[in-house]
């Protein structure tokens, strides 16, 4: 599916997420090559590592910069996106609990694995094709700047355009060290 260049960042995550949801699919059927245990810890490194950062990503850059805009952030595809995001991190939730406890649940490995690639499909189908219809040019040059700065390590916020400044304010008279009389 041709995708605009500047959502591609984000796109190109989604094949990274496919494979984890084949491979917790795969760990849920017993499937030797993919040893329960290991699948799920290799899952949880990269939930943390990319997927729960992909995931802000939509919802601190794309869905805000929508709304600048005036895009429908009530389209059906939108709400069913942020409703997957909150369903993914219980299940999540649920396999770092079963981790640290008992083991990881072949159900929990299934669901994640069934939900995160039926959330990646919903995205690229339904989602970001609403993105790029909704968006002038304009808009989706400025996700892409936006996700650029939030990629960097130093961006605590990524909706400010450069690093600020917590400095004072001087002024006459103040008493931040303004000008004295």
Known sequence: MKRAPELRMLSEDHHHGLVHARRLR???????????EKTAREFLDFWQRDTSVHFRKEEEVMLPVMARYGADLEHEGVVEMLVDHAHI??????????????????TTLREIGERLESHIRLEERVVFPLVEDALP?????????????????????????????????????????????
Do not use: K
Not at 26 to 36: L, N, V
Not at 91 to 102: H, Q, T
Not at 152 to 171: D, I, M, Q, T
């Open 26 to 36: 795969r760990a849920a059927e017993g499937d030797e090559a993919h040893p329960a």
């Open 89 to 106: 991190r219980g299940l999540v939730m649920r396999l770092s609990d079963e981790i640290a406890g008992p083991g990881a649940e072949a």
């Open 137 to 181: 040019q304009t808009g989706l040059e400025e996700i892409a700047a936006r996700l650029e700065v939030a990629a960097s390590p130093a961006a605590a916020e990524p909706w400010l355009p450069g690093e600020p400044s917590y400095a004072p304010w001087p002024g006459p008279g103040d008493s931040e060290g303004g000008g004295s009389d």
